[in-house]
């Protein structure tokens, strides 16, 4: 059985998809870990982003694995993890670039429908709902208002309560990855929309777990 979040950055996607499962007993898989990973890899080759190609990215890719582990999956570099490199600004501030590129898409969404033929998955990421898993049991999509997805991100980031002024420049940047990232944001027609900018994240686990138990019967 597979469980489709989709949403734009900084809704919650990951957090919440990773409590569901651990809730019903599936594995999460984090497709946004794979770009941010191809993106990490391509990085460490050098060059600015501009000048990157997907046959580049994907040669760099090949130093990327997803290994099971007891909850999910985890993507490795070299073998290596490389959870903090993945989530540098340095690489966030690219990852949107990648996720633009049909042949690297073609290869997350390959290894993650992988997965999902071996597990009962919850996965989040993008297009999950409506490319990646079309027939999903369940389709959920997640939304907040940018400001509220930039506090939640920073204070992830800051580990404190951010300024109104660090807010405001994250928010700018939420933004700004909405735009870029629009088209790769399509809500699957027949998916739950739940919006959480004024919902406590235990709130919004409850309601889908409620949600996936009903369609599994």
Do not use: C
Request: aromatic content about 4%.
């Amino acid at each position: 059985m597979a469980i489709a979040i989709d949403g734009p950055a900084a809704s919650g996607k990951s957090s919440t998809a990773k409590a569901i499962a651990r809730t019903l007993g599936f594995r999460h898989v984090d497709s946004g870990a794979l770009y941010r990973a191809a993106t990490a890899a391509r990085v460490r080759q050098g060059g600015d982003v501009d000048t990157w190609t997907e046959e580049s990215v994907l040669d760099a890719a090949q130093a990327v694995s997803l290994v099971p582990t007891e909850n999910g999956f985890t993507p490795l570099l070299d073998g290596q993890n490389a959870e903090a490199e993945m989530r540098s600004e340095n690489v966030t501030s690219k990852v949107s670039v990648v996720a633009r590129m049909d042949s690297v898409r073609e290869w997350v969404n390959s290894l993650v429908r992988k997965a999902g033929e071996e597990f009962d998955v919850v996965v989040d990421g993008r297009d999950i709902g409506t490319v990646v898993f079309p027939g999903a049991a369940l389709k959920v999509f997640l939304v907040a208002a940018p400001g509220e997805r930039a506090r939640r991100r920073l204070l992830e980031r800051l580990h404190r309560e951010p300024s109104e002024l660090e807010v405001a420049e994250e928010t700018g940047k939420i933004v700004l990855r909405d735009e870029m990232d629009a088209k790769q944001s399509g809500r699957a027609a027949d998916s739950v929309l739940i919006d959480t900018t004024h919902l406590a994240q235990v709130d919004q686990i409850a309601q889908i777990v409620e949600l996936a138990r009903k369609v599994r019967g």
